[in-house]
């Protein structure tokens, strides 16, 4: 075999090579890109769970407020 011959056989082993190594990175950057995709999500839902948690907290707080004031009141005309 001439030296060109094993050269090109050579360089398409390592062009081979290449290919199945990006191959194999382009697979682990996918499955890296679905884990970030996937906790993302989990991220955006636990976000939207805790808004609607901070809205019932709002509610019961003024519900609380009102209460307070009213039991205020009642106390007040009690005073001697």
């Known amino acids: 075999m001439t030296n060109w011959r094993m050269l090109r056989k050579a360089s398409i082993s390592n062009m081979s090579a290449k290919a199945t190594e990006i191959a194999a990175a382009m697979e682990q950057q ?14 955006r839902d636990e976000a939207a769970t805790t808004s609607v948690n901070a809205a019932q907290t709002n509610q019961a707080s003024k519900k609380v407020q009102k209460q307070a004031s009213e039991l205020s009141g009642l106390v007040s005309s009690y005073r001697v």
Do not use: F
């Open 30 to 43: 996918a499955a890296s890109a679905e884990t970030i995709d996937v906790r993302i999500r989990m991220i």
